[in-house]
């Protein structure tokens, strides 16, 4: 198969790269921009037309859509860019994959479950109201695909990590090293996700191709539930960051633009079962993701 990845440069793409590196299907990765040392292919997403004359060129049967929008606080003065690049050119793509029937495998987020107060992990059919333009675009991107009839595998996930990109893991262990006194919430709860679990996952579900007749939304985050606050502790004490003395407080301490789900740990029995997908516990990816971040400074 010819499979093209697109935001290949952030950090799940980046997460792509390594998990499909040798694998018999062509892996073309684009991106807006190129970076140093990595070989990228120019493709903007929101142009119907590049996205149609590089699929035609390149014979391409699936995408990897990794690209988005993904400053939540941003999104709120910079809609239209959001909107663009989350929901319009989400449509792009699955409009372009309906034309030569191939498959799109798409990433959402758990920011379109919103802040009600659920105490239970979500399901794929469970509905929500997002808050913030983050949200609603990503749940307008899901709508759009939905709509377009192409084939499909839509996987929200959520407080995605990697060695890549900037990302709480990397803010954190930064902070931890450095302040003495640190405060983060307690009353956020969800699952962080390596991100180079999730692209297993993914490259896994193409590579023996198990997607077939499966078209749907999947769930996939890291296994266990914690705070924001939890997250952290772990961060230090995996780093060796001890001398950090961190704080548990509330949201209302941290105001910020947009109002972040309260509870958002996802149920992930869809594609564990559909997929046989095995997902790691949060704790064991955490420990793995930092050794090799110490490796690598
Ligand atoms: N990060 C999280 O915590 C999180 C949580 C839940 C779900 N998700 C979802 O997971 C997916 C992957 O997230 P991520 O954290 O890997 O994202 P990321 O690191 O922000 O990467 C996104 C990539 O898309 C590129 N891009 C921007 N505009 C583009 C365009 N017009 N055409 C093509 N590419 C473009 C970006 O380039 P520039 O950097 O140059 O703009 C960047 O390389 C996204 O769908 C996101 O919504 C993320």
Redesign the pocket.
């Known amino acids: 198969m010819n499979i093209l990845v ?9 997460e792509i790269r390594i998990v499909a590196k040798n694998s018999t299907d062509n892996y073309i990765y ?4 190129e970076i140093e040392g990595v070989e990228t292919t120019i ?5 119907l037309d590049s996205v149609r004359s590089i699929i035609k060129e390149s014979s391409i049967d699936c995408i990897i ?7 939540v606080d941003k999104a709120e003065t910079d809609t239209e860019l959001c909107e ?3 929901a319009k ?1 989400a449509e792009n793509l699955a409009v372009a994959m309906k034309e030569v029937d191939g498959l799109l495998v ?6 379109v479950f919103g802040t009600e107060p659920y105490n239970s992990p979500c399901t794929e059919e469970q509905t929500g109201t997002p808050t913030g333009v ?1 949200g609603k675009t ?1 749940l307008q991107g899901e709508q759009n695909i939905l709509a377009s009839g192409c084939k499909h595998i839509i996987i ?7 060695e ?5 893991v990397k803010t954190m262990l930064q902070l931890t090293a450095t302040k003495p006194q640190l405060k983060v919430v307690f009353d956020q709860v969800g699952t962080p ?1 390596y ?1 180079y679990d ?1 692209a297993l996952a993914i490259y896994e579900i193409i590579n023996e191709r198990k997607f077939e007749g499966h078209d749907g939304i999947y769930h996939y985050s890291n296994e266990g539930v914690c705070s924001w606050f939890d997250f952290t502790k772990a961060i230090a004490k995996y780093s060796g960051n001890l001398n950090c003395d961190i704080q548990a407080c509330h949201s209302n301490e941290f105001p910020s633009p947009v109002k972040r789900p309260a509870y958002s740990v996802l149920d992930k029995t869809k594609i564990k079962e559909t997929f046989g997908v095995k997902v790691p516990y949060w704790t064991d990816s955490l420990e793995i993701c930092l050794k090799n971040l110490q490796s690598i400074n």
């Open positions: 697109t935001g290949a440069n952030g950090q799940l793409g980046n684009t991106d807006v921009v493709l903007d997403i929101t142009s859509n990794c690209a988005a929008y993904t400053n663009l690049l989350n050119a798409h990433i959402s987020t758990d920011y983050y990503k929200r996930t959520a407080w995605l990590y990697s890549f990109g900037k990302n709480f996700t991100a999730l």
